[in-house]
Protein backbone atom coordinates (compact mmCIF):
# COMPACT_ATOMS: atom_id res chain seq x y z
CA UNK A 1 0.00 0.00 0.00
CA UNK A 2 2.78 2.54 0.90
CA UNK A 3 4.07 1.83 -2.71
CA UNK A 4 1.46 2.84 -4.88
CA UNK A 5 1.59 6.62 -3.29
CA UNK A 6 5.06 6.40 -4.69
CA UNK A 7 4.20 5.02 -7.73
CA UNK A 8 1.33 7.67 -8.37
CA UNK A 9 4.05 10.19 -7.83
CA UNK A 10 6.47 8.86 -10.08
CA UNK A 11 3.68 8.77 -12.94
CA UNK A 12 2.59 12.58 -12.31
CA UNK A 13 6.18 13.61 -12.26
CA UNK A 14 7.04 12.02 -15.60
CA UNK A 15 3.49 13.15 -16.88
CA UNK A 16 4.78 17.04 -15.84
CA UNK A 17 8.00 16.76 -17.35
CA UNK A 18 6.85 15.27 -20.40
CA UNK A 19 4.03 17.72 -20.32
CA UNK A 20 6.63 20.85 -19.56
CA UNK A 21 7.79 21.60 -22.85
CA UNK A 22 4.88 20.96 -24.60
CA UNK A 23 3.11 24.12 -22.57
CA UNK A 24 6.14 25.94 -23.32
CA UNK A 25 5.95 25.59 -26.27
CA UNK A 26 2.10 26.26 -27.01
CA UNK A 27 2.68 29.09 -25.14
CA UNK A 28 5.71 30.37 -27.52
CA UNK A 29 3.52 29.73 -30.25
CA UNK A 30 -0.05 31.17 -28.93
CA UNK A 31 2.62 34.69 -27.94
CA UNK A 32 4.76 34.26 -31.36
CA UNK A 33 0.93 34.40 -33.08
CA UNK A 34 -0.99 37.37 -31.08
CA UNK A 35 2.51 39.50 -31.06
CA UNK A 36 3.25 39.92 -34.69
CA UNK A 37 -0.03 42.26 -35.01
CA UNK A 38 0.63 44.85 -33.03
CA UNK A 39 4.12 47.02 -32.52
CA UNK A 40 4.42 49.29 -29.83
CA UNK A 41 7.30 51.69 -28.49
CA UNK A 42 8.19 53.62 -25.45
CA UNK A 43 10.14 56.22 -27.31
CA UNK A 44 7.30 58.38 -28.33
CA UNK A 45 7.05 62.19 -27.52
CA UNK A 46 4.29 64.65 -27.80
CA UNK A 47 5.32 67.24 -30.60
CA UNK A 48 4.08 70.41 -31.73
CA UNK A 49 4.39 73.71 -33.56
CA UNK A 50 6.99 76.08 -31.51
CA UNK A 51 7.75 79.39 -33.03
CA UNK A 52 10.55 81.29 -31.17
CA UNK A 53 9.92 85.32 -31.23
CA UNK A 54 12.54 87.27 -32.65
CA UNK A 55 12.40 90.36 -32.94
CA UNK A 56 14.10 92.21 -36.59
CA UNK A 57 15.02 95.14 -34.35
CA UNK A 58 17.30 96.16 -31.56
CA UNK A 59 15.89 97.47 -28.27
CA UNK A 60 14.40 97.94 -25.26
CA UNK A 61 11.74 96.13 -24.31
CA UNK A 62 9.08 98.83 -22.53
CA UNK A 63 5.86 96.68 -22.58
CA UNK A 64 4.69 92.97 -22.50
CA UNK A 65 0.92 92.88 -22.24
CA UNK A 66 0.60 88.85 -21.84
CA UNK A 67 2.08 86.48 -18.66
CA UNK A 68 3.57 83.62 -18.66
CA UNK A 69 1.54 80.22 -19.70
CA UNK A 70 -1.04 82.69 -21.17
CA UNK A 71 -2.97 81.51 -24.27
CA UNK A 72 -2.97 83.95 -26.96
CA UNK A 73 -4.25 84.11 -30.51
CA UNK A 74 -2.31 84.67 -33.82
CA UNK A 75 -1.93 88.85 -34.52
CA UNK A 76 -2.15 88.94 -30.61
CA UNK A 77 0.71 91.92 -29.47
CA UNK A 78 3.58 89.52 -27.62
CA UNK A 79 6.02 92.61 -26.85
CA UNK A 80 6.45 96.02 -27.63
CA UNK A 81 9.83 97.90 -28.04
CA UNK A 82 10.84 101.31 -27.71
CA UNK A 83 9.69 103.20 -30.54
CA UNK A 84 10.15 106.79 -29.88
CA UNK A 85 13.45 106.85 -32.36
CA UNK A 86 11.52 105.48 -35.10
CA UNK A 87 8.61 107.71 -34.74
CA UNK A 88 10.62 110.71 -34.68
CA UNK A 89 12.25 109.29 -38.20
CA UNK A 90 8.63 109.08 -39.61
CA UNK A 91 8.05 112.45 -38.42
CA UNK A 92 10.66 114.03 -40.12
CA UNK A 93 10.45 112.19 -43.44
CA UNK A 94 6.49 113.33 -43.48
CA UNK A 95 7.79 117.48 -43.31
CA UNK A 96 10.32 116.55 -45.99
CA UNK A 97 7.19 115.09 -48.26
CA UNK A 98 5.31 118.33 -47.97
CA UNK A 99 7.91 120.56 -48.48
CA UNK A 100 8.41 118.54 -51.85
CA UNK A 101 5.32 118.65 -52.66
CA UNK A 102 5.41 122.22 -51.59
CA UNK A 103 8.50 122.86 -53.98
CA UNK A 104 6.70 121.07 -56.88
CA UNK A 105 3.17 122.95 -56.39
CA UNK A 106 5.96 126.21 -56.67
CA UNK A 107 7.93 124.51 -59.68
CA UNK A 108 4.14 124.18 -61.65
CA UNK A 109 3.32 128.33 -60.46
CA UNK A 110 7.18 129.07 -61.87
CA UNK A 111 6.03 127.21 -65.12
CA UNK A 112 2.76 129.24 -65.89
CA UNK A 113 4.31 131.95 -64.81
CA UNK A 114 7.14 131.79 -67.34
CA UNK A 115 4.99 130.99 -70.04
CA UNK A 116 3.06 134.11 -69.84
CA UNK A 117 7.00 135.75 -69.66
CA UNK A 118 7.72 134.05 -73.28
CA UNK A 119 4.09 135.12 -74.56
CA UNK A 120 5.15 138.81 -73.20
CA UNK A 121 8.76 139.03 -74.89
CA UNK A 122 8.00 137.24 -78.01
CA UNK A 123 5.21 140.39 -77.82
CA UNK A 124 7.90 142.92 -77.45
CA UNK A 125 10.03 141.06 -79.87
CA UNK A 126 7.94 141.66 -82.71
CA UNK A 127 7.58 145.30 -81.72
CA UNK A 128 11.12 145.75 -81.63
CA UNK A 129 11.38 143.90 -84.91
CA UNK A 130 8.87 146.28 -86.66
CA UNK A 131 10.17 149.43 -84.92
CA UNK A 132 13.84 148.20 -85.86
CA UNK A 133 12.36 147.97 -89.52
CA UNK A 134 10.71 150.97 -89.84
CA UNK A 135 13.60 152.86 -88.66
CA UNK A 136 16.01 150.65 -91.31
CA UNK A 137 13.45 152.17 -94.41
CA UNK A 138 13.89 155.83 -92.65
CA UNK A 139 17.82 155.11 -92.35
CA UNK A 140 17.46 154.29 -95.95
CA UNK A 141 15.81 157.35 -97.79
CA UNK A 142 18.45 159.20 -94.96
CA UNK A 143 15.38 160.40 -92.67
CA UNK A 144 16.51 158.98 -89.59
CA UNK A 145 19.51 158.95 -87.89
CA UNK A 146 21.82 156.42 -87.21
CA UNK A 147 21.41 156.47 -83.38
CA UNK A 148 17.27 155.76 -83.25
CA UNK A 149 18.52 152.29 -85.82
CA UNK A 150 21.13 151.71 -83.04
CA UNK A 151 18.60 152.09 -80.18
CA UNK A 152 16.22 150.10 -82.40
CA UNK A 153 18.73 147.07 -82.85
CA UNK A 154 19.46 147.33 -79.83
CA UNK A 155 15.87 147.01 -78.16
CA UNK A 156 15.79 143.87 -80.86
CA UNK A 157 18.65 142.23 -79.15
CA UNK A 158 17.19 142.35 -76.00
CA UNK A 159 14.30 141.45 -76.81
CA UNK A 160 15.50 138.01 -78.37
CA UNK A 161 18.01 137.68 -75.63
CA UNK A 162 15.14 137.81 -73.06
CA UNK A 163 13.18 135.12 -75.29
CA UNK A 164 15.93 132.94 -74.76
CA UNK A 165 16.66 133.18 -70.83
CA UNK A 166 13.11 132.44 -70.27
CA UNK A 167 13.20 129.37 -72.10
CA UNK A 168 16.18 128.47 -70.75
CA UNK A 169 14.29 128.86 -67.82
CA UNK A 170 11.34 127.22 -68.99
CA UNK A 171 13.60 124.22 -69.81
CA UNK A 172 14.97 123.95 -66.33
CA UNK A 173 11.58 123.99 -64.87
CA UNK A 174 10.38 121.48 -67.15
CA UNK A 175 13.33 119.04 -66.09
CA UNK A 176 12.38 119.89 -62.36
CA UNK A 177 9.25 119.00 -63.33
CA UNK A 178 10.32 115.54 -64.92
CA UNK A 179 9.42 116.88 -68.25
CA UNK A 180 5.43 117.04 -67.87
CA UNK A 181 4.50 120.61 -65.89
CA UNK A 182 1.49 119.12 -65.44
CA UNK A 183 2.27 116.42 -62.70
CA UNK A 184 1.20 115.52 -59.49
CA UNK A 185 2.86 115.99 -56.60
CA UNK A 186 2.88 112.51 -55.72
CA UNK A 187 3.94 111.19 -59.17
CA UNK A 188 7.15 113.25 -58.95
CA UNK A 189 10.23 110.76 -58.92
CA UNK A 190 11.39 112.54 -55.64
CA UNK A 191 8.00 112.39 -53.89
CA UNK A 192 7.94 108.67 -54.71
CA UNK A 193 10.92 107.97 -53.40
CA UNK A 194 9.95 110.01 -49.89
CA UNK A 195 7.39 108.03 -49.89
CA UNK A 196 8.82 104.77 -50.33
CA UNK A 197 11.50 106.02 -47.87
CA UNK A 198 8.25 106.72 -45.54
CA UNK A 199 6.68 103.45 -45.69
CA UNK A 200 10.15 102.20 -45.11
CA UNK A 201 10.13 103.65 -41.90
CA UNK A 202 6.51 103.15 -41.06
CA UNK A 203 7.57 99.33 -41.44
CA UNK A 204 10.12 100.02 -39.28
CA UNK A 205 8.06 101.28 -36.50
CA UNK A 206 5.39 98.40 -37.03
CA UNK A 207 8.26 96.31 -36.23
CA UNK A 208 8.64 97.87 -32.99
CA UNK A 209 5.42 95.82 -31.81
CA UNK A 210 6.08 91.86 -32.04
CA UNK A 211 2.30 89.58 -31.95
CA UNK A 212 2.26 86.20 -32.16
CA UNK A 213 2.66 84.16 -35.47
CA UNK A 214 0.63 81.54 -34.50
CA UNK A 215 -1.97 80.17 -31.24
CA UNK A 216 -0.44 78.81 -28.29
CA UNK A 217 0.96 78.95 -25.07
CA UNK A 218 3.47 81.72 -24.03
CA UNK A 219 6.85 80.38 -22.69
CA UNK A 220 9.99 82.45 -21.34
CA UNK A 221 8.31 85.76 -21.16
CA UNK A 222 10.79 88.72 -21.26
CA UNK A 223 10.78 91.16 -18.38
CA UNK A 224 10.03 94.87 -19.40
CA UNK A 225 13.03 97.12 -19.42
CA UNK A 226 15.64 94.05 -21.17
CA UNK A 227 17.28 94.77 -23.93
CA UNK A 228 16.16 92.74 -27.01
CA UNK A 229 19.23 91.99 -29.65
CA UNK A 230 17.78 91.17 -33.56
CA UNK A 231 17.67 87.76 -34.66
CA UNK A 232 17.92 86.42 -30.57
CA UNK A 233 14.91 84.96 -29.60
CA UNK A 234 13.23 86.76 -26.46
CA UNK A 235 9.94 84.46 -26.21
CA UNK A 236 8.78 80.94 -27.50
CA UNK A 237 5.17 80.54 -28.37
CA UNK A 238 4.20 76.59 -28.36
CA UNK A 239 1.10 75.65 -30.04
CA UNK A 240 -1.66 74.14 -27.92
CA UNK A 241 -3.58 72.40 -31.18
CA UNK A 242 -3.37 70.18 -33.91
CA UNK A 243 -0.82 68.34 -31.61
CA UNK A 244 1.30 65.30 -32.60
CA UNK A 245 3.17 62.14 -31.35
CA UNK A 246 6.15 61.30 -32.56
CA UNK A 247 7.12 57.77 -32.31
CA UNK A 248 11.18 56.34 -33.08
CA UNK A 249 10.83 52.78 -34.04
CA UNK A 250 13.56 50.32 -34.38
CA UNK A 251 13.70 49.80 -37.95
CA UNK A 252 13.23 45.72 -37.65
CA UNK A 253 9.45 47.17 -36.05
CA UNK A 254 8.52 48.81 -38.88
CA UNK A 255 8.23 46.51 -41.50
CA UNK A 256 4.55 45.50 -41.91
CA UNK A 257 3.76 49.76 -40.39
CA UNK A 258 1.92 51.91 -43.39
CA UNK A 259 0.64 55.36 -43.14
CA UNK A 260 -3.15 55.05 -42.36
CA UNK A 261 -3.13 52.65 -39.59
CA UNK A 262 -4.64 52.86 -36.30
CA UNK A 263 -2.80 53.56 -33.34
CA UNK A 264 -2.98 53.20 -29.56
CA UNK A 265 -1.71 56.19 -27.26
CA UNK A 266 -0.65 55.87 -23.66
CA UNK A 267 0.29 59.68 -21.89
CA UNK A 268 2.83 58.80 -18.57
CA UNK A 269 1.17 61.41 -17.32
CA UNK A 270 -2.52 59.84 -17.59
CA UNK A 271 -2.11 56.38 -16.78
CA UNK A 272 -5.55 55.34 -16.66
CA UNK A 273 -6.29 57.17 -20.14
CA UNK A 274 -5.99 56.75 -23.99
CA UNK A 275 -5.96 58.38 -26.56
CA UNK A 276 -6.63 57.43 -30.64
CA UNK A 277 -4.66 58.25 -33.76
CA UNK A 278 -3.34 57.11 -36.63
CA UNK A 279 -0.06 56.47 -38.53
CA UNK A 280 0.23 60.05 -40.56
CA UNK A 281 3.79 59.29 -42.42
CA UNK A 282 6.93 57.55 -41.58
CA UNK A 283 10.29 59.93 -41.91
CA UNK A 284 13.12 59.51 -44.60
CA UNK A 285 15.68 58.75 -42.60
CA UNK A 286 16.63 57.22 -39.42
CA UNK A 287 16.99 59.62 -36.31
CA UNK A 288 21.11 59.09 -36.62
CA UNK A 289 21.20 61.14 -39.98
CA UNK A 290 20.05 64.28 -38.39
CA UNK A 291 22.85 64.28 -35.51
CA UNK A 292 25.34 66.96 -35.06
CA UNK A 293 28.02 64.16 -35.64
CA UNK A 294 26.49 61.47 -37.80
CA UNK A 295 27.88 58.01 -37.31
CA UNK A 296 30.78 56.78 -39.49
CA UNK A 297 30.30 53.34 -40.65
CA UNK A 298 32.98 52.91 -42.82
CA UNK A 299 35.62 52.56 -39.59
CA UNK A 300 37.37 49.56 -38.88
CA UNK A 301 36.07 49.30 -35.44
CA UNK A 302 32.01 49.51 -36.87
CA UNK A 303 29.75 47.73 -34.74
CA UNK A 304 26.02 47.25 -35.78
CA UNK A 305 23.06 49.05 -33.85
CA UNK A 306 19.45 48.69 -35.09
CA UNK A 307 18.42 52.23 -35.89
CA UNK A 308 15.29 54.21 -35.40
CA UNK A 309 12.96 55.57 -37.39
CA UNK A 310 10.22 58.48 -36.76
CA UNK A 311 6.62 57.75 -36.86
CA UNK A 312 4.69 60.41 -37.00
CA UNK A 313 1.17 60.11 -35.42
CA UNK A 314 -1.77 62.30 -35.72
CA UNK A 315 -3.77 62.15 -32.65
CA UNK A 316 -7.55 62.24 -32.50
CA UNK A 317 -8.77 64.35 -29.90
CA UNK A 318 -12.46 63.74 -27.87
CA UNK A 319 -14.14 65.76 -25.52
CA UNK A 320 -12.69 64.98 -22.53
CA UNK A 321 -9.65 64.32 -22.73
CA UNK A 322 -6.74 64.96 -20.87
CA UNK A 323 -4.73 67.79 -22.35
CA UNK A 324 -1.99 67.01 -24.20
CA UNK A 325 1.04 69.50 -23.76
CA UNK A 326 4.56 69.27 -25.76
CA UNK A 327 7.26 67.05 -24.86
CA UNK A 328 5.29 64.67 -22.54
CA UNK A 329 6.16 61.12 -22.87
CA UNK A 330 3.78 58.26 -24.47
CA UNK A 331 3.57 54.82 -25.60
CA UNK A 332 2.33 54.11 -28.95
CA UNK A 333 1.13 50.96 -30.31
CA UNK A 334 0.53 50.08 -33.46
CA UNK A 335 -2.24 47.92 -35.38
CA UNK A 336 -0.92 46.78 -38.44
CA UNK A 337 -4.07 44.53 -39.11
CA UNK A 338 -1.55 41.75 -40.33
CA UNK A 339 -1.72 38.41 -37.84
CA UNK A 340 0.90 35.82 -37.90
CA UNK A 341 -1.02 32.27 -39.23
CA UNK A 342 0.72 28.62 -37.98
CA UNK A 343 1.31 28.01 -41.74
CA UNK A 344 3.98 31.01 -41.41
CA UNK A 345 5.17 29.44 -38.85
CA UNK A 346 6.16 26.02 -40.30
CA UNK A 347 6.81 27.85 -43.34
CA UNK A 348 9.85 29.55 -41.43
CA UNK A 349 10.90 26.51 -39.45
CA UNK A 350 10.86 24.68 -42.75
CA UNK A 351 13.18 27.17 -44.18
CA UNK A 352 15.61 27.76 -40.85
CA UNK A 353 16.10 23.80 -40.63
CA UNK A 354 16.32 23.08 -44.27
CA UNK A 355 19.04 25.79 -44.55
CA UNK A 356 20.85 24.42 -41.43
CA UNK A 357 20.31 21.06 -43.07
CA UNK A 358 21.82 22.16 -46.44
CA UNK A 359 25.06 23.79 -44.94
CA UNK A 360 25.87 20.50 -43.03
CA UNK A 361 25.86 18.34 -45.72
CA UNK A 362 27.75 20.87 -47.76
CA UNK A 363 30.65 19.99 -45.64
CA UNK A 364 33.19 17.98 -46.30
Known amino acids: MARRPRVERRVLARAFMWSLPAIVLAISVFVWLSSGRHVSTDNAYVKGDRAQIAPELSGIIVEVPVQENQRVSRGQLLFKLDDQSYRLALAKIDAEIETTRADIRGLRAQWRTKREEIKAAISQQAFAQAEFDRQSGLADKKIASTQK?????TALDVARQRISAAQEDLQRIEAALAGDPKIRADDHPRVKQMLAARAEALLQ??????DSPLDGIVSKRPVPGSYATAGLPVMVVVADTDLWVEANFKETEL??????????????TYPDAKCTGKVSSIAQATGAEFAVLPPQNASGNWVKVVQRIPVRISVTCRDGDPPLRVGMSTTVEIDTGHSRTFGGLLSGLAKTFGFASASASAKP
Open 255 to 268: TLVRPGQPAVIKVD
Open 205 to 210: LRRTSI
Open 149 to 153: LEEAR
